[in-house]
Structure formats: C-alpha cells, structure tokens
C-alpha cells in the first residue's frame, strides 16, 4: 500500500463515519428512548455502562463479525457468501424495528455511494440481490462493501463502525437530555480502549462464531415499537 492509497482510505474512513453522509443514522436511539422513558437511563454512568454492553456484548460480536466477514467476501467477489452473512446478521437482530431501521441505513449507504461508484461490480451485484429480495443490506454487511469499496481494512473498519455506532447513541441520549455535549465526549472518550477491544476480538471470528446477548437491550427495543408517540425511529 503506497502513502496516497493510506491517504485515501483514512479520507474514505471520515467521510462514512461523519454524520454528514447521509444513512439516517441520526434519528435511531436503538432502544434508548425506550429506556429513557422507563426511567432506566438516568445520567452519564447509565449511558456509559449501556454502551460497553452494545459493544461488548451485540455490536462487536455480531455486527462487526459480519463487517470484516463482508469485507472478506467483497474482496473475494463471493457474493454467495456475502448474502449468507446477509441474511445470518439480520436474523439475529431480534427486534423488528431495529432490524428494517439497520436495512434502510445500509441500502441508503450503498445508493448513495453508487451515486459516484458506478464499475464496482461487487456492489452493483449485491444491489441487485436487495431489490430481488435475496438480500435485506443490512447495515454491517452493506458497510462491509463499501469499505472493500474504499479499501478500507476490516480492523479500521470495525472501529470506524463501532465509533460511529457510539456517537449516535450518545447524539439520541443528548437530544433526550439525558447528558450534556460536554459529558457526551466524555463517555465516548473513556468508551474507546473497549471499542478497540471489541474490534481486535471479532473481526478474524469465523462466520459461525457470530453471537449477540442482550436480553434487556432487546426488550427494550421491542417495547420501542409499541410507543405512540416518539423522537426517534427505533
């Protein structure tokens, strides 16, 4: 790898973590809007300690598996073994609502980028398997390609993920005023030794190694769906 293509990769790896790109990210809390109302998210050690289990125990072991497994995948052009990973990681999301929510940030992630990457054939592919309906493009997966798009590394990019991931949360827990901007930065701050943890840990996992458990964080985003009136869209 020359300097300009680090170069390269590094800008690519800003321009899909920035809230700027638009995957409509910004309006899901996955759950914690839900919790917030239950008056079970009540200051920064609530946010904090919620956020090492989203890490630790769903979005590292689950989706980032998936991420580097996609990455893999793409570089292989195996797009068989891309719908797998597909079709596996959106069947452990538990939860309807966070499970469509994942799907339409990853297919807007991919039209958009199609908008200016137009001879990959990979992705071109695997848009055709989502309109077909063999393929949902769930969010880690649809990630996963654009990151062999950009040629971005899977460990870079399970960090990439699991920051922006973290951001979000924090961004829905400050729109709730649970914690100020200020605080915001703190918790992110302290969270990244275990956001680098859970990137090393999962990305060389075998596909068959995926898990995720979080029992409480999936009640909660189940009881999200039955809420009648809400700021955010899971």
Not at 32 to 39: D, G, H, Q, S
Not at 77 to 102: F, H, P
Not at 119 to 136: Q, T
Request: a negative charge; hydrophobic letters at 45%; charged letters at 20%.
């Amino acid at each position: 790898m020359t300097t300009d293509d680090a170069g390269l990769f590094e800008i690519g790896m800003l321009q899909l973590s920035d809230s700027f790109f638009p995957t409509g990210m910004y309006a899901t809390s996955n759950g914690l809007e839900a919790m917030y109302y239950a008056k079970r998210l009540r200051n920064v050690q609530d946010l904090r300690g919620l956020l090492e289990v989203y890490v630790g125990q769903q979005i590292g072991p689950a989706d980032c598996n998936a991420l580097a497994k996609a990455i893999e995948f793409a570089a292989g052009s195996k797009l068989g073994k891309l719908v797998e990973v597909d079709q596996m990681t959106y069947a452990m999301k538990l939860c309807q609502e966070t499970r469509d929510a994942s799907a339409r940030s990853g297919i807007q992630l991919l039209r958009c980028i199609g908008t200016f990457i137009k001879d990959d054939k990979l992705l071109n592919k695997y848009m055709v398997a989502i309109e077909e309906g063999r393929a949902s493009g769930i969010y880690p997966v649809a990630l996963g390609v654009a990151c062999h798009v950009f040629g971005i590394p899977k460990e870079k990019a399970a960090i990439m993920m699991l920051y922006s991931f973290t951001v979000s949360v924090v961004g829905a827990a400050i729109r709730l005023g649970v914690v100020t901007h200020f605080d915001g930065q703190n918790v992110i701050h302290g969270l990244k030794p275990a956001i680098l943890e859970a990137a090393r840990q999962n990305i060389d996992r075998p596909l068959s190694g995926m898990w995720q458990f979080a029992a409480e964080i999936d009640i909660f985003q189940m009881a999200h769906e039955e809420m009648t009136s809400r700021m955010f869209i899971s």
